[in-house]
């Protein structure tokens, strides 16, 4: 196990000039935040976000020097509190981590207790992380639409952002659960990626795209997770059947929605946010338990690209031009 006196990190800087640079460098437990337990992160992963706040976006990280990395799995190594002992496997996604308090992309992290969940049994600690906050936000937007009512009786499910980490995991988990999936994607080359995953079809980022300015579109759709906001977002919105219910995680298209109320009031479509950070920890323990078992993706291997510290750099470029295709998860130990 690496040293918690001088352990290796990504440190992104915000230079003099306002620009920011990122390096893999050194750092000490006691460069990380006061919290209940210290943990010897084997695997992280990149998130959408985590590329923002590598490069510098205030809106995610405001102080810097910083190490990004929303998700951290591995093991205790120190605990203060009674819940945790030396030696237990958790796995940490949202809360602050990696946003404004030091996060994954490090060989320790320190945490509050409250940010640890214990690995379930039936998933590794790198699995947990091929999952990661994107298989988290795709399975709390699969309960939301369950909750709503949609059932793989009530027809088809659009995902959209499709081959990206939360969309992806949405395909696999709504096809594990029963439903007729159709998968959106802007990579017309990853049809059978998506087929793989169990996606029934799969159309164009543009067909998924309306620009005919009609207030309504064809009914289509008896529920949605939306991973890319925008127009693609109002098209989904437009395109539910009546009682359809279209979920909204990300922003990567869009952060603007124009929409009409018509598709609220005459097809009585809901439209439900999903902000997984600071989702309570019932129902945090119920989706990972979930994710261990009912909805453990057969395919996990075939989502995964496996990287180290020093290799995640080119991933961080690709995410952010929307160019990954599944999840990079960061092996600490290489
Ligand atoms: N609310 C929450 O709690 C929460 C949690 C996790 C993530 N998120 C958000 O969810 C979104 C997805 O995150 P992620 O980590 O899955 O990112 P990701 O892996 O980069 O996936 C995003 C996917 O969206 C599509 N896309 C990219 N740029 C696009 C554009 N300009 N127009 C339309 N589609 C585009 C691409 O898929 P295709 O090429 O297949 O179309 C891309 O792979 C992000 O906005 C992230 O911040 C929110």
Redesign the pocket.
Known sequence: MSDPTRFRAMVVSENEDKTFSRAIGRRTADDLPDGDLLVAVAYSS????D??SASGNKGVTRNYPHTPGIDAAGTVVESRVGDFAKGDEVVLT?FDLGANTDGGFAEYVRVPASWAVKRPDGLSLKESMVYG??G??AA?SVLRLQEGGVTPDSGDVLV????????CLAVGILARAGYRVV?????EL?KDFLMGLGAADVIS?EAA?DQSGRPLSKSLWAGVVD????N?LATAIKSAKYGGVVTC??????VELNTTVFPFILRDVRLV?????DCPAGIRATLWQKMATEWKLPQLDAVTIDCSLDELEPHIAS?L?????G?VVVDLSR
């Open positions: 990149l998130n959408y976000k590329a923002l949202g906050t994107a988290f936000t709390l959209t952002g499709a081959t990206g980490g939360v969309g998968a959106s994607t802007g990579k990853e980022r795209d991973t890319v906001g925008g693609i995680c990300g922003n990567v298209a869009s946010g999903v902000a997984t950070p995410i031009k929307g160019g990954v295709r999840r």
